[in-house]
């Protein structure tokens, strides 16, 4: 079954530091039976409102680890919900142990009294694990563990709706791991943060291409860029996403 289609917007493609004034990591997947974010930075919801995207339609969102450019915009998702769109549609809210906790930690830290507030809509959560898949909205989620920071529980994610199979590395440095990620993937999605100096935590664009054809997916697009990537864009031979970027799958 290879005919679903998928519609995947790049709402975030930016680093942490806000590199080239692009937004944190966000990406959204549209398909028949749902919507889905992998990764939900900061400033997700003002990317989606740029994009045309309508947050209270999300249903699922996947966090890769727990860094604020990666999850930092669930409580502005949650907020907008609860006072602007007064969303009755389930949210299921998946990723590594301690999603609940820093979502809560951190909508507290932004609006305190937010989390004991009735909501008008129920919230899912669901932990990724890398022994088991989860089947969630009509998609199939793994995780593959990677290497950033001291957390072991950070992940590369691998979604697959009908036959349609979009990876994303999240933050990394090269691990093996990120070849079953990536394997047969009809779109993989590889952060890139450096040029040719490698970084602990993260890729850079020389070891990416040494290992590109290790990756086995059928097109790769590289995001999460830095200044030095961003100054070397139309030297490079691999192609970058960018903000309001569309991509069908
Ligand atoms: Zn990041």
Redesign the pocket.
Known sequence: MDNTSVTLRCIGTG??FGSGGRL??CFHLDYQGGQMLIDC?CSSLIGMQRCGVIPAAIDTVVISHL?G??FGGIPYLLLEGMYASQRTRRLTLIGPRGLQQRVEAAAEALYPGMIGKKRSFPINYRLLDPKNSLQVNGAQIDCFRVRHGRSQHVYGVRVEIGGKVISYTG?TEWTDNLIPLTRGSHLAIA?CFAYDVPIPGHLDYQTLLQHHSQLGCRKLVIT?MGPEMLSRLDQLDMDTVSDGEIIEV
Do not use: C, V
């Open positions: 680093d942490a944190h990591s930075g860094h450019d990666h933050d952060e999460h």
